[in-house]
């Protein structure tokens, strides 16, 4: 008996060695590139951080001084930083919350009405796969004094002269733009939600006599509630770190006007060439992100 | 009816009074109030191209290459990922959720540590320089959607092939393509139309010879004035592609978000 015992394990032995490593070329010919951008990430952060503690002007890292946490007081205390802040946190929270009841209620149009017409549905779709810069521009195109269509017939028509630039109303210029184009990303999220609620709930609510309002109140919004919530964080997130559209529509404002966190980031590291400060900013929002973001996910887990 | 038709108008505006604004002649461009019949003319599209200044030949050439590079590799790398993911249920804990928190970061955070070490490297002003930081990104969505496609491969025929003695390699290249050819496209459309539409680094990375169609566009706007012709039709040929690109890939969108049930 016991001979037999020992030619199994053998027999066995050899296939778990066969399969020990079969694991290990797998892992090696599929996770290279994971770790890759994982280890190329960590880098860029750890490099990050080193050259914040020196003030590098301009790219130049050989004649960059060791400043220690001088960036980091520096950033904390300057104005255009948080005014930054205060600006990217407000066209966030308004824009993400009109895209959010926009995109619903398009959503919801489009799916009692229109359920699977292709072409209507696309149409609707095409803001979102347009670069936002390019979008951007479109849009001064559009609102431009000069050659804008809608300025010039304000004009014509109500001889009102609507500058969509100006200081005052830029920023609502600013929010309808974000409107205009990610509504449909809210609206696209929201209608797929509605697509996956089995049939079988509508009918047998119907069945049981519930009118379309209560069905819309107590059956698809808790339906679709999670669905809607990830969106609208998704782009509250987006639209916090916006950047090219502003960007090309404004340059960040007059001044430091309409300059988000990203925008007032990159013209201290890129216009003003302070790369040291740039990058103690760049880390300064990381963590605060980090942050709000970790905390969010806690809120949201714990809901359900 | 009329109301869908209003609401589809409103968010196309922009698009099609680019359209418009590039097929009208210099004259017309200034008329108030802006002219809607007019006689168009495609002189800005041919000026773009034959200007020596501009150049925008060569900005298609490159947003055309960067975007195509990156989408093969990020499929090409990201694949096999998302299938070790799924099959074997290895780096789910860890992979997946830190991937997806990446996405919450502003990218301008990596732009300064970019910019210094592609300089290092001189890797400035090259499409490879932009490609890397493209797939930086792009592999990260990739696996995302690529995770979320696969899931609707049947285990079944995953284990009988393995009972058949395949090699994983060959299931990787023999079984799983066919099966999700669509998904992979859709994924690939939807990486190529990001690095098409990137901004923030081609703006830092470029400087002449790898400038891109977006940062290329904001190019017209010179000192002397904005040459609203040729800007707008820049931006149409820049925006037409996605916007052809969009019908085809709605209906894997919609199977992405809704968890891949359909009615």
């Given at each position: 008996?016991?001979?037999?015992?020992?030619?199994?394990?053998?027999?066995?032995?050899?296939?778990?060695?066969?399969?020990?490593?079969?694991?290990?070329?797998?892992?090696?010919?599929?996770?290279p590139?994971?770790?890759?951008?994982?280890?190329?990430?960590?880098?860029?952060?750890?490099?990050?951080?080193?050259?914040?503690?020196?003030?590098?002007?301009?790219?130049?890292?050989?004649?960059?001084?060791?400043?220690?946490?001088?960036?980091?007081?520096?950033?904390?205390?300057?104005?255009?930083?948080?005014?930054?802040?205060?600006?990217?946190?407000?066209?966030?929270?308004?824009?993400?919350?009109?895209?959010?009841?926009?995109?619903?209620?398009?959503?919801?149009?489009?799916?009692?009405?229109?359920?699977?017409?292709?072409?209507?549905?696309?149409l609707?779709?095409?803001?979102?796969?347009?670069?936002?810069?390019?979008?951007?521009?479109?849009?001064?195109?559009?609102l431009?004094?000069?050659?804008?269509?809608?300025?010039?017939?304000?004009?014509?028509?109500?001889?009102?002269?609507?500058?969509?630039?100006?200081?005052?109303?830029?920023?609502?210029?600013?929010?309808?733009?974000?409107?205009?184009?990610?509504?449909?990303?809210?609206?696209?999220?929201?209608?797929?939600?509605?697509?996956?609620?089995?049939?079988?709930?509508?009918?047998?609510?119907?069945?049981?006599?519930?009118?379309?309002?209560?069905?819309?109140?107590?059956?698809?919004?808790?339906?679709?509630?999670?669905?809607?919530?990830?969106?609208?964080?998704?782009?509250?997130?987006?639209?916090?770190?916006?950047?090219?559209?502003?960007?090309?529509?404004?340059?960040?404002?007059?001044?430091?006007?309409?300059?988000?966190v990203?925008?007032?980031?990159?013209?201290v590291?890129?216009?003003?060439?302070?790369?040291?400060?740039?990058?103690?900013?760049?880390?300064?929002?990381?963590?605060?992100?980090?942050?709000?973001?970790?905390?969010?996910?806690?809120?949201?887990?714990?809901?359900? | 009816?009329?109301?869908?038709?209003?609401?589809?108008?409103?968010?196309?505006?922009?698009?099609?009074?680019?359209?418009?604004?590039?097929?009208?002649?210099?004259?017309?461009?200034?008329?108030?109030?802006?002219?809607?019949?007019?006689?168009?003319?495609?002189?800005?599209?041919?000026?773009?191209?034959?200007?020596?200044?501009?150049?925008f030949?060569?900005f298609?050439?490159?947003?055309?290459?960067?975007?195509?590079?990156?989408?093969?590799?990020?499929?090409?790398?990201?694949l096999?990922?998302a299938?070790?993911?799924?099959?074997?249920?290895?780096?789910?804990?860890?992979?997946?959720?830190?991937?997806?928190?990446?996405?919450?970061?502003?990218?301008?955070?990596?732009?300064?540590?970019?910019?210094l070490?592609?300089?290092?490297?001189?890797?400035?002003?090259?499409?490879?320089?932009?490609?890397?930081?493209?797939?930086?990104?792009?592999?990260?969505?990739?696996?995302?959607?690529?995770?979320?496609?696969?899931?609707?491969?049947?285990?079944?025929?995953?284990?009988?092939?393995?009972?058949?003695?395949?090699?994983?390699?060959?299931?990787?290249?023999?079984?799983?393509?066919?099966?999700?050819?669509?998904?992979?496209?859709?994924?690939?459309i939807?990486?190529?139309?990001?690095?098409?539409?990137?901004?923030?680094?081609?703006?830092?990375?470029?400087?002449?010879?790898?400038?891109?169609?977006?940062?290329?566009?904001?190019?017209?706007?010179?000192?002397?004035?904005?040459?609203?012709?040729?800007?707008?039709?820049?931006?149409?040929?820049?925006?037409?592609?996605?916007?052809?690109?969009?019908?085809?890939?709605?209906?894997?969108l919609?199977?992405?978000?809704?968890?891949?049930?359909?009615?």
């Amino acid at each position: 008996m016991p001979i037999i015992r020992d030619k199994f394990s053998l027999l066995f032995k050899k296939e778990e060695d066969k399969i020990k490593r079969k694991k290990f070329k797998n892992f090696f010919l599929i996770f290279p590139l994971e770790l890759f951008v994982i280890g190329g990430l960590i880098f860029l952060i750890i490099f990050t951080i080193y050259i914040s503690f020196f003030n590098v002007r301009f790219g130049n890292l050989h004649e960059a001084n060791f400043v220690g946490f001088s960036n980091y007081i520096n950033i904390l205390s300057s104005e255009g930083f948080w005014n930054s802040m205060k600006f990217s946190l407000k066209f966030a929270i308004v824009v993400t919350l009109l895209e959010t009841v926009l995109g619903f209620l398009i959503a919801y149009y489009i799916f009692s009405k229109f359920k699977g017409n292709k072409i209507i549905f696309t149409l609707l779709l095409t803001p979102i796969m347009m670069a936002p810069s390019l979008y951007g521009l479109m849009n001064r195109i559009l609102l431009n004094n000069f050659v804008g269509f809608i300025p010039s017939y304000i004009n014509y028509f109500f001889g009102i002269n609507i500058d969509f630039f100006n200081p005052d109303i830029v920023f609502y210029t600013l929010v309808l733009i974000d409107v205009l184009q990610w509504t449909p990303f809210v609206m696209l999220i929201a209608y797929s939600a509605l697509l996956g609620i089995p049939k079988q709930v509508f009918e047998a609510a119907r069945i049981d006599g519930a009118n379309s309002f209560k069905i819309l109140i107590n059956i698809t919004i808790p339906y679709i509630s999670s669905s809607i919530i990830a969106a609208a964080i998704l782009r509250f997130l987006e639209a916090f770190r916006s950047f090219d559209t502003i960007y090309v529509l404004t340059g960040g404002g007059p001044g430091d006007l309409t300059s988000t966190v990203s925008i007032y980031i990159y013209k201290v590291g890129f216009h003003l060439g302070y790369q040291g400060l740039a990058s103690a900013a760049g880390l300064i929002l990381f963590t605060i992100m980090i942050v709000i973001t970790f905390n969010a996910m806690k809120l949201i887990y714990r809901r359900w | 009816m009329v109301f869908i038709i209003l609401i589809i108008l409103v968010f196309n505006i922009p698009f099609l009074n680019v359209i418009i604004t590039s097929l009208k002649s210099k004259v017309d461009l200034i008329s108030y109030p802006p002219k809607i019949i007019f006689k168009p003319t495609f002189e800005h599209f041919e000026n773009i191209f034959t200007s020596g200044t501009f150049r925008f030949g060569k900005f298609l050439y490159n947003s055309f290459v960067i975007a195509l590079v990156t989408s093969l590799f990020s499929i090409i790398l990201t694949l096999p990922a998302a299938y070790y993911i799924l099959f074997f249920r290895k780096g789910k804990r860890f992979l997946l959720p830190m991937v997806t928190n990446l996405r919450s970061i502003p990218l301008i955070i990596f732009a300064m540590p970019i910019y210094l070490s592609f300089k290092q490297l001189s890797l400035i002003d090259t499409r490879l320089g932009l490609i890397i930081v493209h797939l930086l990104v792009d592999i990260p969505i990739s696996l995302v959607l690529l995770v979320n496609f696969l899931q609707s491969v049947p285990k079944e025929i995953i284990e009988a092939a393995r009972i058949d003695g395949a090699a994983e390699s060959k299931i990787l290249i023999k079984i799983i393509p066919p099966m999700v050819s669509s998904s992979i496209v859709a994924t690939f459309i939807l990486c190529f139309i990001y690095s098409w539409n990137e901004f923030l680094f081609a703006l830092i990375l470029s400087i002449k010879n790898t400038t891109t169609l977006t940062v290329g566009a904001t190019l017209f706007i010179t000192a002397w004035g904005v040459q609203w012709g040729e800007i707008s039709a820049a931006i149409v040929i820049s925006t037409i592609i996605p916007f052809v690109l969009t019908f085809y890939i709605q209906k894997h969108l919609i199977e992405a978000y809704s968890g891949g049930l359909k009615e």
